[in-house]
């Protein structure tokens, strides 16, 4: 079974500019997460999709992030402007349903340097 | 709000000595509790988790942690670390009746030959 893809594995931009990260769930996995983890934390959620539904984005800073899931398959997560806090490893993470005690089954993640 | 405190940022130990790597919750009403490790450039993996039932749980690579109410602590432990446990551990809970998990900092564990 495929595990959770993500890309870029990578990225350096500078301030203001603009960056888009991709996931691809496991197949048949109905709820996405994205996480933000900066060095020395554990992760954080930014955002939980059921299917192409928006469960919590309570915690998402939506004057600069931006995610969607179309087809309730693949995911991106945008930051527009990106700001020097936003380096962080961004986590993509799927689960069969939404209950959270259900296990989640996370990608490599993409690490995000902004200069 | 539901916090999680994972007390040791980094833990050395020589390779086939025990490991007890601890984690402290605050929260008045019942959770569910959960390890996660984290190898070098990949994501995360569960290692066990506490639901319900037994306070010892039982997970993968040899780990175990006991669900301590009383402490409101679930520590992980292994009775023999390998070269390969070397990873970063979280700790993380979920309030009953919330909907996301909470990751405390995260353990380093950093295992010496």
């Known amino acids: 079974e495929a595990g959770v893809a993500q890309s870029p594995r990578y990225k350096i931009i500078e301030k203001r500019q603009s960056v888009a990260f991709w996931c691809n769930p496991i197949s048949g996995h109905a709820t996405l997460y994205w996480y933000q983890q900066i060095l020395g934390q554990g992760p954080k959620l930014l955002i939980q999709?059921?299917?192409?539904?928006?469960?919590?984005d309570s915690q998402l800073p939506k004057d600069r992030f931006s995610a969607e899931r179309l087809k309730g398959v693949d995911s991106t997560l945008k930051i527009q402007p990106a700001k020097l806090e936003d380096s962080a490893v961004y986590l993509c993470a799927s689960s069969v349903y939404s209950t959270p005690t259900y296990e989640q089954y996370f990608g490599p993640g993409t690490r995000l340097t902004v200069t | 709000a539901q916090s999680v405190t994972q007390l040791d940022s980094q833990v050395p130990v020589f390779e086939e000595a025990p490991v007890e790597l601890r984690c402290n919750y605050s929260?008045?009403?019942?959770?569910?509790l959960f390890w996660y490790v984290q190898y070098p450039n990949q994501g995360l993996q569960l290692l066990l988790k506490?639901?319900?039932?037994?306070?010892l749980v039982k997970g993968i690579n040899g780990f175990e942690a006991e669900f301590n109410k009383s402490q409101t602590s679930f520590h992980l432990r292994k009775p023999s670390v390998h070269i390969s446990d070397t990873a970063e551990y979280f700790c993380a809970v979920i309030l009953e009746g919330a909907q996301k998990l909470v990751f405390g900092q995260g353990t380093r564990l950093t295992i010496n030959p």
């Open positions: 929260s008045s009403v019942s959770v569910y």
């Open positions: 506490y639901l319900s039932g037994s306070t």
């Open positions: 999709f059921q299917n192409n539904g928006v469960v919590d």
